[in-house]
């Protein structure tokens, strides 16, 4: 079986900001364990930043990049050295992969992280993942390693990714609330799950629970099984993986998309925005359609061919995704016209489709 652990930093530091060691030997002996056992297992660990908040003796997250690059700098030497240590007592061989947004959304980096990791996971080493903060810019936010984590999942084709937080899972209301209930099982993903989950957690974590079910949704298209556990559970990872029911669980779809759709959907950069009527709406939704030009109302941005766009309904709804065949100048003047007309326009016709349904991902 193939596992990525997430643990964050809530659950990796104590509220001074310093590493708990204790909890970070408890991990690596339960993943090492898994090992063992014939398991694949990957680490996607935060905790850079306030592992360098700890080593400086900052109590309180600083709020400019700066700062949090310098704090990720320090840190992070310091967790992986930790991480090594630890794996190297049960015999254990890792590696460190720092990734950043454009090694998801460019495809041929995408394509290099799936290959390194097969690799490395054939050579039955423990890759360790962070976000890069230290050069990062727009990533030092909320859902970065959340949603790492569950990209890395899709990546190499996980059979189950299980994030473990300072709390028992998804609840139905802030589980602060008197009468909150914990969600054992969500069967069918919704955007309604969103409603119900809140934002940043800790004043040292950038992760709330609203990212974690941003990473859920992309599990769920993915094919891959999702787990939301505490951390700080007695031998957890070895009980959620020989299938006992902890925190909450999320199926997977019984029809997941590819991987390369997954990539069109949740990792290629965004360059531009399509507008369609409700016909065109339609064909895609319903019928598997691939986007005609008779059904752009309009777009925006400027793209060129094979770059990903969204596609928005009248209502401003975003419901797919999807490479588009022509250019944002040809888009413009042959948007609303048949196919037929594409050629008398622009003076050739390289596709009759705008965006192709092999292309296309529908993500509401």
């Known amino acids: 079986m193939k596992i990525v652990v997430k643990i964050g930093t809530s659950t990796l530091t104590y509220e001074n900001g310093k590493l708990n060691l204790e909890m970070m030997e408890k991990i690596v002996r339960q993943i090492s364990n898994l090992q063992n056992k014939g398991d694949k297992v990957v680490l996607v660990t935060s905790g850079a930043i306030g592992a360098g908040m700890g080593k400086l003796n900052i109590l309180k997250r600083p709020k400019t990049l700066p700062e949090k690059q310098s704090l990720a700098a320090i840190g992070q030497g310091l ?10 007592e049960y015999g254990k061989t890792t590696a460190q992969l720092l990734l950043t947004r454009d090694d ?18 054939r050579y039955n080493v423990v890759p360790i ?3 890069n903060d230290t050069v990062t810019v727009d990533e030092i936010k909320i859902g970065d390693n959340d949603t790492l984590s569950a990209l890395v999942a899709s990546i190499i084709e ?7 937080t300072d709390i028992e899972g998804l609840y139905d209301r802030d589980p602060k609330v008197d009468g909150a209930k914990l969600i054992d099982v969500v069967h069918d993903f919704s955007d309604a799950l969103f409603e119900i989950a809140g934002g940043s957690g800790t004043n040292f974590g950038t992760g709330g629970m609203y990212t974690k079910i941003q990473a859920a949704k992309i599990c769920y298209n993915a094919g891959v099984q999702m787990v939301i556990a505490n951390g700080k559970l007695d031998n957890v990872l070895n009980k959620i993986a020989a299938g006992e029911r902890i925190g909450t669980v999320f199926m997977p779809a019984k029809n997941p998309i590819s991987n390369r759709k997954v990539w069109i959907a949740f990792n290629a950069q965004l360059s531009g925005k399509l ?15 691939s986007l005609l030009p008779s059904g752009i109302i309009s777009t925006d941005g400027e793209y060129s061919v094979g770059d990903c766009v969204s596609i928005y309904d009248k209502d401003g709804k975003e419901i797919a995704r999807g490479l588009i065949n022509y250019t944002s100048d040809e888009v413009n003047k042959i948007k609303g016209l048949k196919s037929t007309d594409i050629d008398k326009v622009l003076g050739y016709k390289n596709y009759d489709e705008v965006v192709h349904r092999d292309n296309l991902v529908v993500i509401v």
């Not at 992986?80 to 794996?87: C, Q, S």
């Not at 996980?158 to 994030?163: H, K, Q, R, V």
């Open 79 to 88: 967790l992986i050295g930790l991480y090594e240590k630890f794996f190297n």
């Open 104 to 121: 998801f959304s460019i495809r041929e980096r995408y394509l290099n992280i799936s290959y390194t990791l097969s690799n490395l996971l």
């Open 129 to 131: 993942i962070n976000e």
């Open 158 to 164: 996980a059979d189950l990714l299980i994030i473990l």
């Open 275 to 289: 507008i369609i009527d409700g016909g065109a709406r339609q064909a895609i939704l319903e019928n598997g359609k």
